[in-house]
């Protein structure tokens, strides 16, 4: 990602988390500016054959400790601008990635990820982790009491979650579920905390 793709990301970003994801938490240019200021090669974008932005991937890295305090999205990150960007921390930490729907299905989020494990290795980090929506959870709550229940059913393939269900075929562990994570109706306002490691 450059600076020349940061309109393109925030376009993105209006048709991949539509109402009622809560408008606030899209990124905004400012804090775009800032993530390829501070850590460019944690920044990924896809493009189509005429350069349009198609797919984005957001992160930060952050320290082992923060990762094992498995804390609410803002205080990982140090909210939406990476405040707690540290420099030789271990952990890569995925903030967002986002496929426009018209490109969904094609292989366009696994090569972003693929990228996120190629920045992993070669940097020689321990882990890239993140913390994923479960944005099918809601309409499923009478079968799954809790966001966690339904995280365990997707993991073992007896139900699907049009978010998690992609970012564990990536390859990704699911460690638990962490609630209060963001304020995400959907999901219950729960997300998985998901891991993987060269
Ligand atoms: C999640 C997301 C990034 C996936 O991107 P994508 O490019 O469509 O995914 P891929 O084409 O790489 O698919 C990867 C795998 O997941 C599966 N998959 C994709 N969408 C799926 C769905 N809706 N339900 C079930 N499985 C799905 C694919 O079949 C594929 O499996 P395979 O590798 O065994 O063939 C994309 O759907 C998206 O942008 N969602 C909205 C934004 C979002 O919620 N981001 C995550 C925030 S935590």
Redesign the pocket.
């Known amino acids: 990602m450059g600076p020349e793709h940061l309109a393109g990301v925030v376009a993105l970003q209006r048709s991949?988390?539509p109402p009622p994801f809560p408008e606030e938490f899209l990124w905004r240019r400012e804090h775009l500016e800032r993530h390829v200021l501070v850590y460019p090669e944690g920044q990924f974008v896809?493009l189509d054959e005429a350069g349009r932005v198609v797919?984005s991937?957001s992160a930060c890295r952050i320290p082992e400790d923060r990762w094992r305090a498995h804390l609410p999205w803002e205080e990982t990150l140090g909210g939406f601008f990476f405040e707690g960007f540290d420099r030789n921390g271990s952990t890569l930490y995925?903030a967002?990635?986002?496929?426009?729907?018209e490109?969904?299905?094609?292989?366009?989020?696994?090569?972003?990820?693929e990228a996120r494990f190629d920045l992993v290795r070669k940097a020689g980090l321990a882990r890239y982790g993140?913390?994923?929506?479960m944005?099918?959870f809601a309409a499923r709550s009478d079968e799954f009491a809790h966001p966690a229940e339904f995280a365990r059913a997707v993991q073992e393939g007896r139900a699907?979650?049009?978010?998690?269900?992609?970012?564990?075929?990536?390859g990704l562990r699911l460690i638990q579920v962490l609630e209060d994570y963001m304020l995400d109706e959907e999901s219950g306002n729960a997300?998985a905390l998901l891991e993987w490691t060269p």
């Open positions: 991949c988390f896809a797919g991937a995925g967002d990635i986002s496929v426009h729907p490109h969904r299905g094609r292989g366009v989020g696994r090569r972003l990820y993140t913390a994923c929506r944005p099918d699907r979650d049009r978010t998690l269900t992609p970012l564990l075929r990536y997300a």
